[in-house]
Structure formats: C-alpha cells, structure tokens
C-alpha cells in the first residue's frame, strides 16, 4: 500500500472519530525492510520511522539523515540498559521504558548527552510472559516512580497487544491508564488494527508491513 493511501486511513479513521486532523502521528515501522523501500517512503515525504532494534537502526538511519532533512526516530522495541546511551543518542522517541533500571540509564544518559528523547512507557496490556513492558497493575507505580525517582517525564504510554486477541479493550486499557497518569502519548495499532486504536484515541501509529509490504526475515 503506498504512503498515500495510509495517510488517507489514518485520516479518515480520525475525522471518523471526531478527532481533529493531524491528531495521529504515522511512524513508518522500517525494521528489517530493504534500504530502497525505505528511500521511497523518504521520498514520498514521510519524515517519523520507527525501528526496533539499536544495532540495526544505527546501521543505517546516520546516512540516511544525512540525506534527508527532519528525520525523527522512534525505538519501538526492547532495550538493554547497555545500549541505553546509543540510544538517548540516537532516536527522538523511546517508546519502551519498562524498568526501572532502564530508567536510571536513560536518565544518566540524558544527563551526559544532554539529549531529551520522548519516553513512552510499554504496558504488557495482555500480561504475556514472553512480552517485554510493565503489567497494567504496575503501570501507575512505575510512571510515578520515573518521576519522582529518576526526574524523568514520560511523553506517553505504549502498548503491543495480543497477537490472536481483539485489540480494542487493550487499547481501551492503555487509554485509560494514560488519561488517569496525565499521559497525553498514546502509541498503539499497528498494521492490522490501526483504524481501531484511532478509534480509541491513539496518538501515534506504528505501520510497518501495510505500508512497505511484508518483511523477509530470510
Ligand atoms: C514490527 C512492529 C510494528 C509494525 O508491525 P506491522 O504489523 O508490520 O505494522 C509495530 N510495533 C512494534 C512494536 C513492532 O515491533
């Protein structure tokens, strides 16, 4: 599907939903996807990418920025407290923060870079073993935590839900513990399910296969 016609859900599920236009933010998921398909949604005008890995991002976002005026990055996926300097110093967007050992390196770094990356804070909304975030139970503690303990302002919260499950009551539930923690970032949807987590008030979508067409993890 091209930029184009993505832009065009998106802003037809925010008129949709009596938002008002611009309200979502489009980060373009490029993980794992061909240098050339990234070029064209960079040519296309898209300006906010997402990524999900430290290593892999820094391979390749410095040259393209060079060449592309406005870029802004967003981690999407796990981070290791050892890369948490790379990352302050590399992305815009943290959207991951789930720990307070994270959030002790993150405020260390930001501190020595004196680089203010946005921080979300990923809430496990389906309480999954094998998925990183804090449980929804945790969420109000680890928020208030990150504020009081380490100085640290969190942007909003973000959520990845069950893969076989119906999204909206965990966006429903990541609203709600955004909205009761003053939290105005809400990153949730992704290719499948974006118009609906617009529908729950999402702030920021992140598309990745819709948009560059499937991965090759070959
Ligand atoms: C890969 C990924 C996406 C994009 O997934 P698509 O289904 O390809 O849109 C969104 N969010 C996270 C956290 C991801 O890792």
Redesign the pocket.
């Known amino acids: 599907m091209s930029l184009e016609s993505v832009r065009a859900r998106i802003a037809a599920a925010t008129r949709a939903a009596g938002r008002p236009e611009g309200a979502v933010t489009l980060v373009a ?1 490029s ?1 794992v996807q061909p240098l050339e398909r990234v070029e064209a949604v960079l040519d296309a005008g898209q300006r906010v990418f ?1 990524e ?1 890995r430290v290593q892999e991002a820094a391979g390749k976002w410095p040259a393209l920025r060079e060449r592309f005026a406005g870029v802004t990055l967003h981690l ?2 796990p981070l290791q407290t050892n890369k948490a300097k790379q990352a302050v110093e590399l992305f815009d967007a943290i959207q991951t923060l789930d720990r307070e050992k994270l959030a002790a390196k993150l405020a260390d770094a930001m501190a020595a870079t004196g680089r203010t990356p946005a921080l979300f804070v990923q809430v496990n909304t389906g309480d999954e073993a094998q998925k990183a975030g804090v449980a929804p139970e945790a969420a109000d503690g680890f928020i208030e935590a990150c504020r009081r303990d380490y100085g640290l302002t969190p942007a909003g919260v973000m959520a ?1 839900p069950p893969a076989d499950a119906d999204p909206a009551p965990h966006f429903r539930l990541l609203r709600e513990i955004g909205a009761r923690n003053g939290l105005a970032g809400l990153s949730m949807g ?3 399910d974006f118009e609906a987590a617009i529908a729950e008030g999402a702030t920021h979508v ?5 948009l560059f067409g499937e ?1 090759d993890y070959g």
């Open positions: 998921v993980k997402g999900n999407i996926g990845i992704m290719s499948g992140r598309v990745g296969s819709a991965r």
